[in-house]
């Protein structure tokens, strides 16, 4: 979809169909009122009517909140997909709310066609802007270029971590992971290490080889690095890169075993996060590590009573091969911070069903010791339009995961905070002086979807891009 931004009024600009957004007090004095009112449309949230006759395509919206502007627009670009206009126009909306409609455009383009014998063809292939603002509110034309500039890349790159993630288990196996790592390395100038098993062994780095074991696709960890000239800060990325998990022995049951190609959703992520920023060419330093694996069963598979040691040393005992994200993670954590020194690291990881017991099938959860770091991610995703929510930690869940026989347990002893209880393990492998500087993101509920929500119809979300984009571009403007 090609969007741009014109310096000319709506009028004078050239296309087939126009979207307006109107509220229900707008409708009263619209001048198709008359026909609107007929074909039941009161303007009420996401409600949209197309006048064909006028080429018009009219969309409801009770407050101009830039979450209602994101997921209107995102819908009407579906339903305009479906019909055979080449091209659209619209204005602006204020000064602020371009940057969710071009979102909105974007996001809401995206489409599944990857396997289908036969994609829809979709015959808009042009969304053009105005200067022009609704109320003649005169708009700073530099600015909004630049937010048309950053935003189509980050949308862009949400869609592309979309597209990872929607791959299937045989198509996207931990070696595919790596190959996508170095084209993403190839065309945006980043540098590109990747350690195969050999490599794991050199490093010690047991409770990810463990967990891969069992598996013909063997495990890949892969190190991008962006290194801009004389960096701002520099920033540490890790993901969980499962491209399935079945389980392991600790076997999934058949209905929760299906999705599970979605768990190297935090791996796919962070690809994207670093491609976006080479894109915009931030002055901040960027590492994004992945620890790509498949959790299978077999013959030599690692088993519940297994006991691991981490690549900082811990041992960890194994109660649940399906408590394998943790395994890998540690084990990646491990390593970055050993290779970099960094001013923060964030993870992210499909990590627990318990993070969607706890926050709902649509919020990341987020964990980590410093209140004031968490609090600015909150704030950083509630502007890109990510829904996050604090799970805080305390001393007494630290004790569920003790272990009577090695120094960690990779489960808790009770059934609640499984989210938190994960995350307190991860704790246990980050260095003293990174322990105020790290924050972990449980994606598991957020990154994939099987009914539509928001700007999402099916599959993968591309959950973190947009939020950590925008913490980032906080962080370059020194606002963080
Ligand atoms: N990948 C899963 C978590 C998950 C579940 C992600 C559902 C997305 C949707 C993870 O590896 C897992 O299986 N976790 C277990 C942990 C348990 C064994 C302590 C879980 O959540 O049940
Ligand atoms: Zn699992
Ligand atoms: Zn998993």
């Known amino acids: 979809m090609n969007v741009k931004l014109v310096n000319q009024p709506l009028a004078s600009i050239d296309a087939d169909l126009t979207l307006e957004f109107i509220t229900p007090q707008q409708l009263l004095r619209h001048p198709q009122k008359e026909i609107l009112l007929m074909a039941g449309f009161k ?37 305009v997909m479906e019909y055979s206009y080449n091209s659209l126009k619209l204005l602006q909306y204020g000064d602020n709310h371009f940057k969710a409609l071009i979102e909105g455009v974007i996001l809401g383009s995206h489409r599944l066609n990857a ?6 063809p979709s ?10 603002e609704i109320n003649g509110l005169d708009l700073d034309t530099t600015k909004l270029e630049k937010t048309l500039t950053q935003t189509l890349i980050i949308s862009k790159a949400t869609n592309f971590v979309r597209d990872l993630v929607n791959q299937t288990p045989y198509d996207m196996t931990p070696q595919g992971m790596a190959i996508t790592a170095e084209d993403i390395a ?39 690095s962006y290194k801009p000239k004389n960096p701002k800060k520099v920033i540490t990325l890790v993901g969980k890169g499962l491209t399935y998990d079945s389980g392991g022995l600790s076997l999934k049951a058949a209905a929760s075993m299906v999705t599970m190609k979605m768990d190297k959703a935090g791996g796919c992520a962070v690809m994207g996060i670093i491609k976006a920023v080479s894109e915009l060419g931030l002055d901040i330093e960027v590492h994004a590590f992945v620890g790509a694996v498949e959790n299978m069963i077999g013959g030599n598979a690692y088993k519940p009573d297994d006991i691991l040691r981490a690549k900082n040393g811990k041992t960890i005992e194994v109660r649940n091969t399906d408590a394998e994200g943790r395994l890998v993670l540690a084990d990646v954590l491990g390593y970055a911070q050993e290779k970099i020194k960094s ?14 017991v706890a926050l709902g099938p649509y919020t990341t959860g987020v964990m980590g010791h410093n209140e004031e770091l968490k609090q600015s991610w909150l704030t950083a995703a509630q502007d890109s339009g990510e829904y996050c929510g604090n ?23 009770k ?8 995350a307190l393990f991860l704790d246990n492998f980050i260095d003293e002086n990174m322990k105020d500087k790290w924050v972990h993101f449980d994606i598991a509920g957020s990154a994939y979807t099987e009914s539509a929500w928001d700007v999402h119809t099916y599959g993968g979300t591309g959950a973190g891009v947009r939020m950590t984009l925008e913490w980032l571009l906080k962080l370059q403007q020194g606002l963080q």
């Open 43 to 79: 303007a009420e949230e996401e409600q949209i009517c197309a006048l064909h006759e006028q080429r018009l395509l009219v969309c409801g919206i009770n407050n101009l909140s830039d979450e209602l502007f994101r997921t209107t627009m995102a819908k009407a670009i579906k339903l």
């Open 115 to 120: 396997y289908k014998s036969e994609p829809k």
């Open 123 to 132: 015959q808009l292939t042009e969304v053009i802007f105005s200067n022009e």
């Open 391 to 413: 799970l805080p930690f305390n001393r007494h869940l630290k004790k569920l995961i003790k272990s009577e026989i090695a120094d960690i347990c990779n489960v808790s002893s």
């Open 186 to 224: 190839n065309s945006n100038h980043l540098e590109c290490t990747i350690l195969d098993v050999n490599g794991l062994m050199d490093e010690k780095m047991e409770a990810m080889m463990a967990v891969g074991r069992a598996s013909i696709n063997p495990p890949r960890l892969i190190h991008l």
């Open 343 to 356: 001013d923060y690291i964030f993870d992210y990881a499909t990590l627990t069903g318990a993070c969607m």
């Open 415 to 422: 059934p609640y905070g499984g989210a938190i209880t994960a």
